[in-house]
T-cell receptor, first 115, second 107 residues
């Protein structure tokens, strides 16, 4: 069990550019979640997957955001036409089964800075 | 939606002191987790505690689901305990976080 991994750990980009983040969950975890955390706040839910199916998207996830989990393993989160307000820590988590009540385990996060 | 409130927002302790962090939530929940976020941003699981009391070393947690609150106790605090402590409730599969308690333990 190697834990949840995320890449890159840090990303600096210019406003208007596209960025893509990757999350590798704990092996055999069915559920994968994305959260966003801004400075001084708790993480906020963005979206989650049950295997490859995206089951819920928060209103925080604008049309510029898209997430995929094509084979039910790793996931990518893409932000198109980045804005300064997108600067945040993007956290990925996974949990072991479909019940939705199990412990969620978090990765180290990707810190995004949009200049 | 469910509201999660943590108190106090900030706490400064001298090394060796004890502390209690509180988490109130506005509606019935399936479960609750406590996390410690280290200075590098990593969220570390402390407890998964739908009800009752659990202990892990110097840390313990109690959740009283019927009264919609949870407490995290830190005894004999150490400088390495510094950071932000979050509680998060499970609601329809996702976690809803409080605003956190920032703890600073001074040597």
């Amino acid at each position: 069990d190697t834990g949840v991994s995320q890449n890159p750990r840090h990303k600096i980009t210019k406003r208007g550019q596209n960025v893509t983040f990757r999350c590798d969950p704990i092996s055999e975890h069915n559920r994968l979640y994305w959260y966003r955390q801004t400075l001084g706040q708790g993480p906020e839910f963005l979206t989650y997957f049950q295997n490859e199916a995206q089951l819920e998207k928060s209103r925080l996830l604008s049309d510029r955001f898209s997430a995929e989990r094509p084979k039910g393993s790793f996931s990518t989160l893409e932000i198109q036409r980045t804005e300064q307000g997108d600067s945040a820590m993007y956290l990925c988590a996974s949990s072991p089964s479909s019940g939705g009540k199990e412990t969620q385990y978090f990765g180290p996060g990707t810190r995004l800075l949009v200049l | 939606g469910i509201q999660v409130e943590q108190s106090p927002p900030d706490l400064i302790l001298q090394e060796g002191a004890n502390s209690t962090l509180r988490c109130n939530f506005s509606d019935s929940v399936n479960n609750l987790q406590w996390f410690h976020q280290n200075p590098w941003g990593q969220l570390i699981n402390l407890f998964y505690i739908p009800s009752g009391t659990k202990q892990n070393g110097r840390l313990s947690a109690t959740t009283v689901a019927t009264e919609r609150y949870s407490l995290l106790y830190i005894s004999s605090s150490q400088t390495t305990d510094s950071g932000v402590y979050f509680c998060a409730v499970h609601a329809l599969g996702k976690l809803i976080f409080g605003q956190g308690t920032t703890l600073q333990v001074k040597p």
